[in-house]
């Protein structure tokens, strides 16, 4: 009796080839499950920089035309493209896209930025009123709208620097 090579076609490493074939599916299953499952950005759920966009036009749309809106529109300098532009900049790296907003002008400071308009509870509920009728119209996931509207509630209050 000869003995047997570990490396021919008969020996013992012959018969792990089912394990090899094996363990090449586990790992190609794994990939796709782990890329079918990595979560998404609120910025792709919701359709990314052109829905951001209809979004912040919406939104600023409302707040120039609603009654509703009257006191946050007076905050407002008369020509909005520039408020419109930097909410959309803002909105996009806020929800996961390119940091369009930190790329031109460095971190939001939303707070210090916003210290010198009066805000109080009132003038967020404008803005929020705003902002949460665009989501209905622009916003199609349902989930994401919930979300997005949970997010700007906090958002909205975080920005009060006036009682009441």
Excluded at 5 to 18: L, M
Excluded at 115 to 123: D, K, N, Q, T, Y
Aim: aromatic share 12%.
């Amino acid at each position: 009796m000869t003995p047997q090579s570990s490396y021919s076609t008969d020996g013992i490493f012959a018969n792990f080839w089912p394990v090899a074939i094996i363990g090449a599916v586990l790992q190609t299953t794994f990939s796709i499950f782990i890329f079918m499952t990595q979560p998404q950005t609120l910025f792709e759920q919701i359709g990314g920089e052109t829905v951001i966009r209809r979004l912040v036009d919406r939104f600023y749309d409302l707040m120039d035309s609603q009654s509703e809106a009257a006191g946050i529109r007076a905050l407002h300098p008369a020509d909005l493209t520039e408020s419109r532009n930097k909410l959309y900049w803002f909105l996009v790296g806020w929800s996961g896209g390119p940091p369009m907003y930190i790329e031109r002008f460095g971190h939001p400071r939303l707070r210090a930025r916003h210290l010198p308009f009066p805000i109080g509870e009132s003038e967020r509920d404008q803005w929020l009123w705003c902002m949460n009728q665009a989501l209905e119209e622009i916003i199609t996931d349902g989930l994401a709208r919930t979300q997005l509207s949970r997010n700007f509630m906090q958002l909205a209050d975080f920005m009060r620097n006036q009682a009441g």
